[in-house]
């Protein structure tokens, strides 16, 4: 047994962008023996399955074996927000009466987000002060009154709201006990506190999303299953990609859904890490539609620090801080009156094979020039755009070139060079050299990273609290912090003996008095 488990150590990482869907094989001893991209498709799930069949077939049957963990880096709850379809019937609750009423839940939101949703909101008296003391005792009648309307009304999910929840927990985790109570202990709840920090409107607005967003994770979790099953690839560690570089558990993603969302681009970032051994550095994903730079730091990307727009509303849960532009593989390039040259934002993306001239299709795009240049070795048929003016191609590719210099100086911190890694399948269409960079990697298999990373990468937790320092000495608070957020990694499934704590930030709050905000992120390894 000792030895059929040593064998099942393998990994397959998948990963869904906008254009391609990538899928990986790894070894117990690290090493890429399979690779391959597939166009996405509309449904998406299609997509994951026949790249995940493609590199199967490329180590065969018996070596497929020794595969004991997949890992799934989707689009999934992204698209359904974007599309507004698959969303569930959300019962927004907050508990603040009678201190928020000034403004009304979804105040911000947009009008056809809402109607997808069907969302009703409901306010009840309850509530904490931002040094823990009570707005008013958590009216529990009220909560059940709304647990009734929720099981008439076929609601599918109730998302839970309290004021100053980072700072007390209690009113929140009360009001899910009434309501599983009422509705059953299955019944699909999302605590506040659990999923945003500071920010009343923006931690609610989070919380409404990833209450909207349960059946599409688990549709996409059975999904994916259902088609390793398919391969043969039964009774597997299987795991979805956070926003933060690091995995979660099936059973975790299925009750924090919205932390999927952009784990497209930290995957690439850990994976960038990965290929380079860099611990610091910016990242260039190009793929063939958009670019997506962000900053590693210290092995892990960088986080947003500001209030984040998802389908146009505004949220504060943990997101990678990145800079998106419309510079892909699949860019298209004019001439303009002026005589200048663009290149984007539009693109013919996944359709890049067919549609570029260099394929042999009529559309001028960036992987032409790139290829006229003759920076693309064994892409597409140099022939085809040999008759490209040289002026027109000099000029697209100074202004690739600058879209990129462009973007990585908007992600630096100071005026220094830095080190950048240029991943991606359409990292082709970047120079060996750009403006602030003193040392520019494109590492061994830079087309497959985003996939890579999801495959090597770890398991997180991160908590962030308020505490009043006047009840939580600060050693006591950080003690506090440590472990909760080593529970929270253990609890997505990493192995208990690995964890340690990787991060730990402390802000004191002057205009809430003697306030410390904490911020902790622990991580540990898949559970071999």
Not at 224 to 230: K, M, R, V
Not at 452 to 468: E, P
């Amino acid at each position: 047994m000792a030895g059929q488990e040593q064998k099942r150590i393998w990994r397959l990482g998948i990963d869904v962008g906008g254009t391609n869907t990538d899928a990986v094989v790894i070894d117990g001893d690290l090493n890429l023996v399979a690779a391959t991209k597939s166009p996405t498709t509309e449904d998406v799930m299609s997509g994951i399955e026949a790249a995940m069949h493609e590199v199967i077939a490329q180590i065969g049957p018996e070596a497929a074996k020794n595969i004991g963990f997949a890992m799934l880096g989707t689009t999934h709850c992204t698209n359904a927000i974007v599309e507004r379809k698959r969303l569930n019937k959300v019962a927004a609750l907050r508990v603040g009466a009678p201190a928020t009423t000034a403004i009304s839940c979804m105040a911000d939101w947009p009008d056809e987000l809402k109607s997808a949703m069907r969302v009703r909101d409901f306010l009840v008296h309850g509530g904490n002060e931002f040094d823990g003391r009570e707005i008013s005792p958590l009216s529990e009648e009220e909560i059940r009154d709304v647990a009734r309307v929720v099981r008439e009304e076929g609601f599918e999910s109730v998302a839970v709201t309290s004021v100053f929840s980072p700072v007390s927990d209690a009113h929140e985790k009360r009001a899910a006990a009434i309501l599983h109570e009422e509705l059953g202990v299955d019944f699909p709840v999302t605590l506040s506190s659990e999923i945003g920090s500071l920010g009343f409107l923006e931690r609610e607005n989070a919380s409404i999303l990833n209450a909207a967003l349960y059946d599409v994770a688990r549709t996409t979790a059975d999904s994916f299953e259902a088609a390793l099953a398919s391969e043969g690839l039964t009774d597997m560690a299987v795991y979805l990609g956070q926003n933060d570089g690091t995995l979660m558990s099936v059973d975790y993603a299925k009750r924090n859904p919205i932390f999927t969302i952009a784990c497209g681009p930290t995957n690439s970032i850990r994976g960038a890490s990965f290929l380079t051994k860099e611990k610091d550095a910016v990242v260039v994903d190009i793929g063939g539609t958009t670019t997506d730079v962000g900053v590693l730091a210290h092995g892990f990307p960088r986080e947003s620090m500001v209030a984040v727009e998802i389908g146009d509303v505004r949220t504060n849960f943990r997101m990678p801080d990145l800079v998106s532009v419309g510079l892909g593989g699949g860019s298209l390039v004019r001439q303009l009156e002026d005589g200048r040259v663009s290149v984007g934002p539009d693109s013919v993306g996944y359709l890049v094979t067919k549609k570029a001239l260099c394929f042999g299709g009529d559309t001028l795009t960036a992987t032409d020039i790139v290829v006229a240049k003759g920076l693309a070795e064994g892409v597409g048929d140099p022939a085809l755009v040999a008759d490209l003016d040289p002026a027109l191609v000099d000029a697209a590719y100074a202004e690739i070139t600058r879209i990129i210099e462009d973007a990585v100086d908007a992600m630096k911190t100071s005026a220094g060079d830095v080190t950048v890694i240029l991943v991606g399948g359409g990292s082709i269409l970047a120079p060996d050299h750009l403006e602030g960079s003193n040392n520019v990697l494109r590492p061994e298999n830079f087309g497959v990273a985003n996939a890579v990373g999801s495959a090597i990468a770890q398991v997180s937790g991160q908590i962030a609290k308020v505490f009043s320092l006047a009840e939580t000495p600060r050693d006591q608070a950080l003690a506090e912090s440590k472990q909760r957020a080593c529970d929270e990694a253990i609890e997505a499934g990493a192995n208990p003996d690995t964890v340690e704590v990787v991060d730990v930030e402390d802000i004191p709050m002057a205009y809430l008095g003697d306030a410390l905000c904490i911020r902790v992120k622990a991580v540990g390894d898949l559970n071999l």
